[in-house]
């Protein structure tokens, strides 16, 4: 089942899965300038990228901010991207807008350099879900309401963000779903 189709059947996991890319994931893209190259800001600022320089674009800094996500861009939020797919012609440009996600929305990379391995990695992780969803009964350690647990700094040096303190005191019970403990999964590519 393709992205188009679990997006169509099942928004709101899909919409799981884009938030906590875009809370999670912040690789770094490297390119070499094969032109001279001049970059303004928004204050004015202009800054030369020399040909044959080796420029480097943060992907998770675009993930992060509110010009592209709105005031709430540090809560994990999927209605975003629910509203973003209902919202795929809309005219606006402000932030939460479709067009203002489109374009801060990156955790594959974007353009020529497109990650190969992006349907490989969705359908790896799609399995995952749907057998945690479908086979297993997931609860807090302590049965209370779960909460996103704190992320730890974010860095370059670790393409995706990890819970802070390694998750410490955070954890999940697991056990199968009555009915479904001989149950065997089998995957297919």
Same mark, same amino acid.
């Given at each position: !089942? /393709?992205?188009?189709?679990?997006?169509? $059947? +099942? *928004?709101?996991? !899909?919409? +799981?899965?884009?938030?906590? @890319?875009? !809370?999670?994931?912040? @690789?770094?893209? #490297? $390119?070499? &300038?094969?032109? %001279? #190259? &001049?970059?303004s800001d928004k204050g004015g600022r202009e800054y030369l990228l020399k040909k044959g320089s080796v420029a480097q674009l943060v992907i998770g800094v675009g993930h992060g901010m509110e010009e592209y996500w709105g005031e709430d861009v540090d809560e994990f939020k *999927?209605?975003?991207?629910?509203?973003?797919?209902?919202?795929?012609? %809309?005219? /606006?440009?402000? *932030?939460?807008?479709s067009k203002a996600m489109r374009a801060a929305f990156q955790p594959f990379g974007g353009g020529t350099h497109? +990650? =190969?391995?992006?349907a490989f990695a969705f359908a790896d992780m799609m399995a995952v879900m749907a057998t945690l969803l479908l086979g297993y009964e997931i609860d807090t350690l302590d049965? /209370?309401?779960?909460?996103? *647990? =704190?992320?730890?700094?974010r860095s370059v040096i670790d393409?995706? #963000?990890k819970p802070a303190k390694h998750g410490e005191r955070f954890g999940v019970n697991i056990r199968r779903r009555q009915g479904?403990?001989?149950? @065997?999964?089998k995957y297919e590519m």
């Open positions: !089942m /393709g992205a188009g189709v679990v997006e169509e $059947r +099942c *928004p709101l996991l !899909m919409s +799981c899965y884009k938030e906590t @890319q875009r !809370m999670t994931v912040h @690789q770094v893209s #490297t $390119r070499t &300038v094969v032109e %001279d #190259t &001049v970059l *999927p209605e975003r991207f629910l509203a973003q797919a209902s919202k795929k012609g %809309d005219a /606006g440009e402000g *932030p939460g807008s497109l +990650c =190969p391995g992006r049965g /209370g309401e779960w909460k996103l *647990p =704190p992320f730890a700094t393409a995706v #963000t479904w403990e001989n149950v @065997q999964w």
